[in-house]
């Protein structure tokens, strides 16, 4: 099964800033990547598609790039609201998770 | 608007099977994929299977082959997620979703979850 390393596993950031996270897979996926919000007690809500297209109804502050083993979430302005955990998904033949990305207040 | 409303929580001894329904709303059921996906108190997500609910077809993870079922009631627009022989390692929130189109990579719309509690 394709492996996802997500890093880093947790960071502290502060209102406003721009934050960046990757995503490895152990082989080469295209751009079948997903990325996804998780706040505490609730289900994931999808944030970026096809490794780099927008969900509707989520800000623009949010992107994603990337293809072949390499992918980056990025928010470019950290708002409140964005604490959280990220992960990415896979959706080769065996679709896997990442490991999660803590996003805290620093 | 689309919907996902998943049975209510479980609780089963280990050895014993759980089944868990999805019930979709708000869109044509048979058009799209539904995945499953678990979370263990405190743990990330894991990917458990799709079903598709046009053919039956299903791809369950190699942790999972053996154990899970995952079969659809297209008259009723419900998914369903069978595992047995469960273990107390398989006390976790489950959750389904669905896919977000035929050829998409990503899923847009999930239930609300279900948690599942393996204790004897």
């Known amino acids: 099964a394709i492996q996802l390393t997500q890093s880093p596993s947790s960071l502290s950031a502060s209102v406003g800033d721009r934050v960046t996270i990757t995503c490895r897979a152990s082989?080469?996926?295209?751009?079948?990547l997903a990325w996804y919000q998780q706040k505490p007690g609730k289900a994931p809500k999808l944030l970026i598609y096809?490794?780099?297209s927008l969900e509707s109804g989520v800000p623009s502050r949010f992107s994603g790039s990337g293809s072949g083993t390499d992918f980056t979430l990025t928010i470019s302005s950290l708002q409140p609201e964005d604490f959280a955990t990220y992960y990415c998904?896979?959706?080769?033949?065996?679709?896997?998770f990442g490991g999660g990305t803590k996003v805290e207040i620093k | 608007q689309v919907q996902l409303v998943q049975s209510g929580a479980e609780v089963k001894k280990p050895g014993a099977s759980v089944k868990v329904s999805c019930k979709a709303s708000g869109y044509t059921f048979t058009g799209y994929y539904m995945h499953w996906v678990r979370q263990a108190p405190g743990q990330g997500l894991e990917w458990m299977g799709w079903?598709?609910?046009?053919?039956?077809?299903?791809n369950y993870a190699q942790k999972f082959q053996g154990r899970v079922t995952m079969t659809r009631d297209t008259s009723i627009s419900t998914a369903y997620m069978e595992l047995s022989r469960l273990r107390s390692d398989d006390t976790a929130v489950y959750y389904c979703?669905?896919?977000?189109?035929?050829?998409?990579?990503?899923?847009?719309?999930w239930g609300q979850g279900t948690l599942v509690t393996v204790s004897s």
């Open positions: 079903i598709n609910p046009n053919s039956g077809g299903t």
């Open positions: 998904q896979q959706f080769n033949s065996y679709p896997t």
């Open positions: 979703a669905r896919n977000i189109a035929v050829a998409g990579t990503g899923c847009d719309y």
């Open positions: 096809d490794a780099s």
């Open positions: 082989q080469g996926i295209s751009s079948a």
